[in-house]
């Protein structure tokens, strides 16, 4: 007698939840009360780039068809793929049946960390910035989810006197001064940071850190050489003593400059890098001179 049943499936709308990169995978098949032509004789499925049907003729002629993946997923390219499988009996009139496949692509860890830079700088951080100042936020992103997802910072492989001076949020990514800098001790600093997943993989940048000198160190003068006692009668510009005089800052604030008080009968000549000397101003001396100094 002609086909009177339409081909059916349990489950209206089956999701198969398949991992990223994963084996094939198998529908529930449709099904017919009909029996001989009047039964399930051909399948079709919706034309897509990852999927294939495998049909397959069981005892007493009942076919089956299998969901075959042919191309590998990828979650982050497509999460979701909606299928149409239809069903086709060989009764007069034929009858058909579909069903709505959802296949759910599960997240597998095959991205790792990747920053908004490889090299983060930062040229101005003063020395006298104080402890908890934020130097820079470095920042990692992945387009994994769940777990793979979540990012945990770490510096990696850095001198012990940068981990003194500089510390890391683990989860913020932020980057803040420890304790005091001194740009006479150190004028730079490179830092490692290192990006780490939820799966394990990892990722690394670079922070270069330039610390911006402040007017921190007064000039230290050392006295070479002096003759003492010194004659009277002295011609003018007779050295009297050889002065060094230095500042460990630097630029405008390492530049120096002597002077010596009022009324004395000397001066203060600038002779070479970072050297003065004291000379002999006048004809005829005091018995008796103190002199001040101020650089």
């Not at 920042?139 to 510390?167: H, M, R, W």
């Not at 989860?171 to 001790?185: N, Q, S, W, Y």
């Amino acid at each position: 007698m002609p086909g009177s049943s339409l081909p059916s499936l349990q489950a209206a709308e089956p999701d198969a939840v398949q991992p990223w990169g994963c084996t094939p995978g198998r529908s529930d098949s449709p099904q017919d009360p009909d029996m001989g032509l009047n039964s399930i004789q051909s399948y079709q499925l919706n034309s897509n780039t990852h999927f294939l049907l495998d049909v397959e003729t069981r005892s007493g002629g009942v076919k089956y068809a299998e969901l075959v993946l042919e191309k590998s997923l990828d979650r982050e390219e497509q999460a979701v793929h909606n299928l149409i499988l239809t069903a086709t009996d060989g009764g007069d009139p034929v009858r058909s049946g579909t069903t709505q496949i959802r296949v759910i692509v599960l997240d597998s860890n095959d991205n790792a960390p990747v920053f908004s830079q490889p090299v983060y700088k930062v040229i101005s951080l003063r020395e006298n910035a104080p402890a908890g100042s934020l130097v820079l936020q470095v920042k990692a992103t992945d387009n994994d989810t769940g777990s793979n997802a979540q990012i945990c910072y770490v510096f990696s492989n850095i001198p012990e006197k940068a981990l003194q001076k500089f510390s890391l949020d683990p989860e913020t990514g932020k980057i803040t001064v420890k304790e005091p800098l001194d740009f006479e001790e150190s004028r730079d600093y490179t830092l490692a940071v290192e990006a780490k997943d939820g799966g394990g993989l990892v990722s690394h940048c670079k922070v270069e850190i330039e610390v911006l000198d402040e007017n921190d160190s007064a000039p230290e003068m050392t006295l070479t050489s002096i003759a003492n006692p010194v004659p009277e009668d002295s011609l003018p510009g007779t050295v009297i003593a050889l002065i060094n005089v230095k500042d460990q800052d630097s630029e405008d604030n390492g530049k120096v400059s002597c002077h010596l008080q009022d009324d004395l009968p000397f001066k203060i000549i600038s002779s070479s890098n970072n050297y003065y000397k004291l000379v002999t101003d006048r004809a005829q001396l005091s018995p008796v001179s103190y002199i001040l100094l101020s650089c």
